[in-house]
């Protein structure tokens, strides 16, 4: 029998209400494999705790702080936006990644994040053959934007999008109340710069129970605002109020976002609004309707209070396979959703290769777009209903969420060398 | 026995999470009283429906749809904002009033809104004397303002103060892990023009259990910008991040709103961004921090599913307490919240004579602020924890909260001569 080797698990680019149940599923899984994994480390802020040698030493946290992971938002280790290059123009990263993995006997590398991640994470399993240091890289998919590849979707996208589904509905029926003598319009800035699968989740609030009239600006339709305008007249003449979803991405035919249209503040600084204030002023100025906006930012990917139960379960469960494959011998792949059915929907885990995910974004299907442009179709329907069913709530006290925070000890170096990022 | 006579219920000014809550403790408890009150009707778009005589059949709704009513957002049967002038000023409308309310015996005027609405149900009060039709008024409060003298709070505004607090938390573990390589400043911008009440309850998300850096702008405090961005600085230097909450309503020793410094768009319209992007570029600016901001708006006022229990409780209770004052006898009163302890909370509802609620508006008293005027102390913590106390969540269905939408059936009107709004 091999002696056990170490762990290190990191969490890597924009955070989610759910990465922290992947990192539960990972830590409580390896936890059962003692023969086969010994200490477990996480990296400080991602792979710059690798690269920097400032692991924490997961080993020091108890069952039950481990266990409320599962129910709080953030990365509990920090995280990062830090993308290794290839091995000949970063040839001193990698050596000094393995230095870091040699110095702590580390044989799995578990990356938790989205699409540079698992680029990342690709890179860190070629080292077995490359630089000859015997390593397993499995990647732990996340990312609210749900532009990965292969697998079904992404944890965080649907906790992301639940909230912005009943956001998108409350507020309308705000703006429904108000509309006669006060406020007709309501814009909701959403995140997903290059797909609109979280704008479409604004779609879900309008229902046959809860018929709502909402437009939706994807980024993947080029922005028309003659069209868009009379859409929106449209909806106000029919239902006296109108709800807009818009992607932060959105971009006219011109190429240019729509939150940077010549927008300065009183020193002539650019890029100062988001695309909601422009989009409702907008309106404002063509159709003379009042309006509201509101930019979700953080509050959308932080909002584990509104997780999706069957996103909590999927993330917890790709941590679990991610440590079930590396003690199955696996290396450079990353475990996957895949659905067996929609009605009733049921999923199970997959495994795809590393190289088949890194790079690769899927952006919305054309048949989950109206034709219009400004909807989603009964098809983008039935995929995203599933994702948000179920409620998953997180333990309350003196009327607020209990989330964890860890101890995060570090764990004492070995290198004499500090590593410089670059 | 004297003939029962009829009941009108009104909506005004912004709506809550909980005002269908009031509007549910209104019509329940009226349906219990049919030896005193007749019909139920509703202004459509509140007092502009009785000066249309636009009244809803509440009759018309099932007694399912009217307790859903408790766990249903935005202004069921519409809101408005409308301010009647004095007698002298708006003679044609109180005629119409009395007109409209003659022709359907209606003799309850429950009024439910802010101090606005206090006034105007003040003024309908006093019809009996002034202008001799026997009525009476009674004011049910509401704002998520949280500015009305007498009672000890407001329906609505503890649900977004949970609402904020809890966000305010979440937002603020997710910048803590994005703080070491990307986003050091999340600024939140939250409702609340003239008093910093909702403001304050960012303050709740960090405590003894999760202790966060929360810099709190109030409208109370005259912004000083120099001695804000060293306030940042600090917990940026002491904690790696920071969280801003800054009050729509904070301005600068000339008197002018933060929202308003000279932000222009493309066609020099003012007025454009709100005080979340002001603030967090100029953290950008001066200290070099990156940022990401968020505008609450209607979703802090919306959030039915973050509600607070002892706010759905307590404005179903005022609603309740409104009709049995009616049917005592009183007019020209408002139930109201009274604290009879803090540890453990007790309450009770009490009555206070609209002439001493109507416009007079209540900010955060000084000794809730603490010194350096950046956030809250342990006496205004103490006020704020039991009104957030308690999850009432929506009933769900697809992975949505469900709303009800009523019929709101038009009663057939009576009266030959249409009103155009002044």
Not at 68 to 93: I, N, V
Request: net charge neutral; glycine share 10%.
């Amino acid at each position: 029998m091999t002696k056990p080797r170490n762990a290190f698990y990191a969490q890597s680019g924009g955070v989610t209400a759910v990465i922290n149940a992947s990192a539960c599923g990972v830590i409580e899984t390896a936890r059962l494999y003692q023969d086969k994994i010994g200490r477990i480390y996480a990296g400080r802020n991602g792979i710059l705790g690798a690269l920097t040698e400032d692991l924490i030493d997961v080993g020091q946290e108890t069952a039950g702080d481990i266990a409320a992971l599962r129910h709080t938002p953030g990365g509990a280790f920090g995280s990062c936006r830090y993308k290794l290059k290839g091995l000949e123009q970063s040839r001193a990263e990698y050596e000094r990644l393995i230095e870091v993995f040699k110095a702590h006997d580390i044989g799995y590398f578990f990356y938790n994040g989205g699409g540079d991640s698992a680029d990342t994470c690709l890179k860190v399993s070629q080292l077995s053959a490359s630089m000859a240091y015997p390593i397993q890289a499995i990647h732990v998919p996340k990312t609210i934007d749900n532009d990965l590849p292969i697998t079904d979707c992404c944890p965080g996208f649907a906790s992301a999008a639940k909230y912005i589904a009943a956001s998108t509905r409350e507020a309308s029926l705000d703006v429904a109340s108000m509309s006669k003598a006060s406020t007709q319009i309501f814009v909701l800035e959403v995140m997903g710069r290059h797909a609109g699968w979280i704008a479409a989740a604004g779609g879900l609030a309008s229902d046959e129970h809860c018929e709502l009239p909402i437009v939706i600006l994807f980024p993947e339709i080029t922005f028309d605002q003659g069209k868009f305008l009379a859409r929106v007249d449209a909806m106000v003449k029919q239902y006296g109020f109108c709800s807009v979803v818009v992607s932060e991405g959105v971009k006219n035919a011109e190429g240019q976002f729509l939150a940077d249209q010549g927008v300065k503040d009183a020193f002539g600084h650019a890029k100062l609004g988001g695309a909601a204030p422009v989009v409702a002023g907008m309106i404002g100025d063509a159709l003379g309707y009042r309006y509201h906006w509101a930019v979700a930012d953080y509050l959308q990917r932080a909002a584990r209070h509104l997780a999706s139960a069957t996103d909590v379960e999927q993330a917890y469960a790709l941590g679990r396979a991610a440590v079930e494959l590396a003690v199955a011998g696996h290396n450079a792949v990353m475990p996957t959703i895949v659905r067996r059915s929609e009605q009733p929907y049921r999923w199970e885990v997959g495994v795809a290769a590393l190289e088949r995910v890194a790079n690769v974004e899927k952006k919305m299907p054309p048949e989950f777009i109206t034709t219009d442009g400004y909807g989603i179709t009964a098809e983008c329907r039935a995929y995203l209903l599933p994702l948000i069913a179920g409620e998953d709530y997180p333990p309350y006290s003196n009327g607020l969420p209990q989330y964890v925070r860890l101890k995060n000890v570090a764990v004492p170096k070995r290198l004499k060398q500090e590593f410089n990022i670059g």
